[in-house]
């Protein structure tokens, strides 16, 4: 039973990080149909530039993590500019490919500058303090990350669901010409979009970056993969989908290492998600909308 | 302006020509005369992503060279290294091997890495000239896993991958007195799988039960839920063959999770990074498989790492060691064939029996490797301090 409670706890705080690149993931597809395959390459740059505040400067934690949302939430508005502006109106699938491209040019970008050599982060940034409660280990940066995971859902979800930008973001997504009607800013109201997702992907990068102490030029790859899958499996484009998914995604996968065979965490773990979108395609909070003629 | 230009295009012609011009210049040094050197060519890894083995391995090399120089040469006559960089690259090694071959060496030394090696391999093979691998590991670097035959004149004087797996058995089963051990293996290569393989035979064989096997793959970052399970099973050995990036925080975690068995490893943990990542404390009580260890008290090694700190300023570590030991091996074969004739240094090569190098006493068996003895080092409280070396 100990064993148990353990697995739960590894599951959820696994899930909780899944779950926050997810809430990036979900929220950009959500208002213009994008999957941003450069999330987890953003995620990066925020843990990079994390680090660096760290040590060139010498910050603590909470000032590298708000440098690292900020110039990522810049980042992100750049990159839209620059890369997805110019084919807002050309195919779906052009857009897409240029997100991978964008994806590879900042992975191999960063590898130029940095070397592709991991650097450690620093360890007194966030110091690790260990709960045992009868036997279970449960560690201070497992209720960071659990609790950030879903205070930044909240707010994600009153931003979209109780604010003028959230109700132009609600607007656009539904559609984009009906919004430029009624006098909605279309520009501005995706830059903010990607404003948030790339902040909350830089937030998800510091705390990958405390969670396994390392930071690497390919490190948003995996677990932007992972997310993306958690984000399809809750639903994409809503965000208490992208939320669940990912808590899901973490408990399989922790699950299937725990008590049937790590080798087969990953086939197990994606085997469940082709089973559920066998069943509904639409993901686990999707709302199946016939398609109009 | 369009003067302008055309002094602009006349400055680059004489650019391009000046490097023309230098690249050739490195060409001409071959002119010596001939009969009085032995040429050795050093095809050795300088840049790309192994830099740091070819780099250490070469200054190793060069030592020897110097040294055996010193002492009055080989068969009356000195030791003249040709080096070169591979940059990493196995086509690169192939052309630098054909290259090399053409300005006569006896035998060449390098390159490090088992992908660079086997580019240089086939070059070697048609002109019947010795290549000594300093650190390919992969059992099929000397043998040709086709046809199972040995590639003549392939050697190697590092130990191959699988005995890493045997020497660790052997130190938890007899050094640690365990019985109960768990394999946690990289099994997303050949080299993790391989070392777990011969691990598990070797320990069952010494009276021991594997309790259970699991599995990572590389880039992973969370092993909490395979190490939770581990720590239910109540082991007394992990054996976690892999690499640095994914061992390091797997050792953190599982100390984190209150894992206090001791947990054996190979000589993919040998990083700095490892001390960095998982710190001193959780490090301590784990071990791995090395080639060499620079603390080792024998006098001969003691030797060595005083004259590679005098020359170069750095701790040599098991790529010079190697590198020193590959040069060393050469010159034993020259003397023994009594002429510096590739194909005889090739049949005396074969015929090294008890060579005393700095990484331990070897003798070649028909399959061109070296029969050794490897070391187990301990993390200390964030030091690599030598445990005990142990014969196969």
Redesign the interface.
């Known amino acids: 039973m100990l ?1 148990f409670t ?2 739960i706890v ?2 959820l705080s ?1 899930g909780a990080i899944y779950a926050l690149i997810a809430l990036g993931y979900t929220m950009v597809y959500g208002i213009i149909k994008l999957i941003n395959f450069a999330h987890g390459d953003i995620m990066m740059v925020g843990a990079l530039v994390s680090y660096f505040s760290l040590t060139l400067l010498g910050t603590n934690i909470f000032v590298a993590m708000a440098a690292a949302m900020i110039a990522c939430a810049v980042f992100g508005v750049l990159i839209e500019k620059i890369a997805y502006r110019p084919l807002r109106n050309s195919t779906r699938i052009a857009a897409l490919i240029t997100a991978i491209g964008v994806s590879l040019f900042l992975e191999y970008f960063t590898i130029f500058i940095f070397g ?1 050599a ?1 650097k ?1 982060f620093p ?1 007194s940034a966030f110091p ?1 303090k ?1 709960y ?1 409660l009868g036997g279970l ?1 449960v ?1 201070n940066k497992d209720v960071f990350v659990f609790v950030s995971a879903v205070v930044l859902m909240i707010i994600l979800q009153y931003i979209i669901k109780w604010t003028k930008t959230g109700k132009a973001m609600r607007a656009v997504s539904l559609d984009q010409e009906a919004a430029v009607l009624m006098g909605i800013s279309v520009d501005k109201t995706i830059s903010i979009t990607f404003a948030i997702g790339s902040a909350l992907a830089a937030a998800a990068g510091v705390m ?1 970056g405390i ?4 930071v690497n030029p ?1 490190m948003g ?2 677990p932007g993969l992972k997310a993306f899958v958690a984000a399809v499996l809750g639903g994409i484009g809503i965000i208490p989908g992208a939320m669940v998914g990912g808590f899901v995604m973490g408990l399989l ?7 049937g ?3 087969y ?2 086939a197990v773990a994606f085997g469940v998600l082709i089973f559920i979108l066998l069943i509904k395609p639409s993901g686990i909070f999707g709302e199946d909308t016939g398609e109009k003629v | 302006m369009r003067i302008g230009k055309r002094i602009a295009l006349l400055v680059m012609v004489l650019f391009v020509f000046s490097i023309a011009a230098a690249g050739c210049g490195g060409g001409t040094e071959t002119d010596d005369p001939a009969g009085d050197v032995i040429k050795v060519g050093v095809n050795v890894e300088l840049s790309g ?1 192994t830099a740091s083995y070819g780099t250490n391995a070469r200054d190793g090399a060069l030592l020897a060279i110097e040294q055996i120089n010193k002492d009055g040469g080989v068969l009356g006559m000195q030791l003249k290294p040709i080096e070169r960089d591979n940059k990493s690259i196995a086509d690169e090694a192939m052309s630098i091997s054909a290259a090399l071959v053409g300005e006569n060496i006896v035998a060449q030394i390098g390159p490090l890495t088992s992908g660079d090696v086997a580019g240089s391999t086939p070059v070697m093979m048609e002109n019947k000239v010795p290549l000594i691998a300093p650190a390919a590991t992969a059992a099929n670097v000397t043998v040709d896993d086709k046809t199972g035959e040995t590639r003549d004149y392939i050697f190697r004087v590092c130990f191959i991958d699988p005995f890493q797996g045997t020497l660790m058995a052997k130190f938890a089963a007899e050094d640690m007195n365990a019985t109960k051990a768990v394999i ?1 293996c990289d ?1 997303s290569s050949d080299y993790g799988k391989g070392l777990a393989q011969y691990f598990e035979k070797t320990f069952t064989e010494n009276g021991g039960t594997i309790l259970a096997q ?4 590389k ?4 092993f ?3 190490l ?2 581990i ?2 099973l109540n082991p007394d050995f992990i054996y976690v063959p892999g690499y640095y ?1 994914e061992v ?2 797997l050792i ?1 975690q599982a100390r ?3 894992i206090t068995a001791p947990i054996g490893g190979c000589d993919g943990w040998d990083s700095p ?1 490892m001390v ?2 998982a ?1 001193n404390e959780a490090l301590n009580n784990s071990f791995f498989t090395n080639h060499y260890s620079s603390q080792d008290k024998d006098p001969q090694v003691v030797e060595f790492v005083e004259a590679f700190k005098a020359k170069y300023n750095k701790e040599p570590d098991a790529f010079a060691a190697l590198g020193y030991d590959s040069v060393q091996i050469m010159v034993q074969g020259l003397k023994d064939a009594g002429e510096a004739d590739s194909v005889k240094l090739k049949e005396a090569l074969e015929k090294i029996t008890d060579f005393a190098g700095i990484t331990g006493n070897m003798s070649i068996d028909e399959q061109h490797n070296p029969v050794k003895a490897g070391v187990i080092l301990e993390f200390k409280d964030g030091q690599q301090v030598m445990k005990t070396r142990i014969q196969p």
Do not use: H
């Not at chain 1, 996968?253 to 008590?259: A, C, D, K």
């Not at chain 2, 699991?214 to 793959?217: K, L, R």
């Open positions: 064993e353990q697995q590894n599951g696994l592709p991991q450690v360890a690790i260990a045992a280990s560690l990958l969670y396994y102490n390392t390919l790859i995996i996968e922790t699950m299937v290492s725990g008590y065979n790590s080798l965490r990953d | 992503g946690y099994n699991e599995g990572f793959v880039d992973d970052r969370d909490r839920a395979a939770t399970k720590k239910g990036q390091a925080p953190k984190e999770l209150g990074d960095s990542v710190g």
